[in-house]
């Protein structure tokens, strides 16, 4: 097999792991070779063999774990074992439902920055009302950010829409608390300079409540904001969904209603299901990592699988390291 893409899969972050075995034991692709991170006991339950590589280690790494001292003290867990391989070249991409802060920190220590990257960023694709998805960066990485990191965010999420979906210019807008460009605090305020400055197609701030109106291809944020914002979607669409749900159940009419609008209502809880994305990724380091929701199941699985050869095949990292280093 010429150019076999490698995908290393931590099975252990995942909260139901009987769902990822699931989801290895049916994976067919002739392009990727998984690569699976867990304990022997779960990992005796994968008997598929074809394109899959089983890695046992005796560790794991919990939400409890002090999130920077990971990598040191717990060398044999799944998530460090699948970043060391990334690090050696034995894989081209991680991906895990595991602790996010130990996860990045790790990546960070372990993959390193790209030069001239402070602070790597989170970002991930959200559905809006339209059909086209916007890259929202940083979802949580870091809380407190500096006018530089927003800029760096801002150009990283251009390579990543540029490459990925062959958007040549795409918009970036910033996430504030009024679109005047006098709004927000002093980092906020400088970022739009800089953006301004220094961006193609950047188009001043946005607020909130435009957020899935599909005006900008990329909104950036600090970590503190991002991670609010992403959550309160998540918890809107929920609840929204649920409040359609008691709308239809109160009678014979509604639920005769309910059959009719059906298609409707399950395409919409198709829109805002975060499996349907694939993951978050850290934008700013060296070799991609990817970040699903501990509650992944096969379909997210599916996606970020799709997402990592994406990455791979455009071999957009290199490209980010490229064009960051050169200072473009």
Same mark, same amino acid.
């Given at each position: ?67 920077? =001292?990971?990598? =040191? ?7 460090? =074992? ?96 009024? !679109? ?39 909104? !950036? ?47 919409? =809880? ?35 699988? /799709? /997402? ?21």
């Amino acid at each position: 097999m010429h150019n076999i893409m490698k995908i290393g899969i931590d099975i252990l972050g995942i909260d139901n792991p009987e769902r990822i075995i699931n989801f290895v034991n049916n994976y067919k692709d002739s392009e990727v070779e998984l690569y699976v991170y867990g304990l022997e006991e779960t990992l005796i339950k994968i008997t598929k063999t074809e394109n899959i590589v089983k890695n046992v280690c005796t560790e794991e790494v919990y939400m409890s774990d002090d999130s920077a =001292r990971v990598h =040191r003290k717990k060398k044999d867990s799944s998530m460090i =074992r699948m970043l060391d391989d990334l690090k050696n070249q034995i894989i081209d991409v991680a991906i895990t439902g595991g602790s996010t802060g130990a996860f990045m920190a790790s990546s960070v220590f372990m993959i390193g920055r790209i030069e001239g990257i402070s602070k790597p960023g989170l970002a991930s694709l959200l559905p809006t009302r339209s059909d086209h998805k916007f890259l929202l960066t940083d979802l949580g990485a870091n809380v407190e950010a500096k006018p530089d990191d927003l800029l760096n965010y801002a150009k990283l999420g251009q390579l990543y829409m540029k490459y990925i979906y062959n958007i040549e210019t795409p918009s970036v807008a910033l996430l504030n608390v009024g !679109v005047e460009e006098s709004k927000g605090n002093k980092v906020y305020k400088d970022a739009h300079k800089l953006m301004k400055a220094e961006v193609a197609n950047f188009k001043g701030n946005i607020e909130g409540r435009e957020i899935l109106e599909h005006q900008f291809d990329i909104v !950036v944020a600090e970590g503190f904001a991002g991670n609010v914002l992403l959550k309160t979607i998540e918890g809107v669409a929920k609840s929204l969904g649920k409040m359609i749900k008691g709308i239809f159940l109160q009678n014979l009419k509604t639920k005769i209603g309910a059959l009719l609008v059906k298609k409707g209502i399950n395409a919409f =809880r198709k829109k805002f299901d975060y499996s349907e994305y694939g993951g978050a990724f850290l934008l700013g380091i060296k070799k991609p990592t990817i970040k699903v929701h501990g509650a992944a199941d096969e379909n997210a699985l599916y996606y970020a699988v /799709q /997402q990592a050869k994406q990455i791979h095949k455009t071999k957009l990292y290199d490209i980010m390291i490229e064009t960051m280093e050169k200072g473009e």
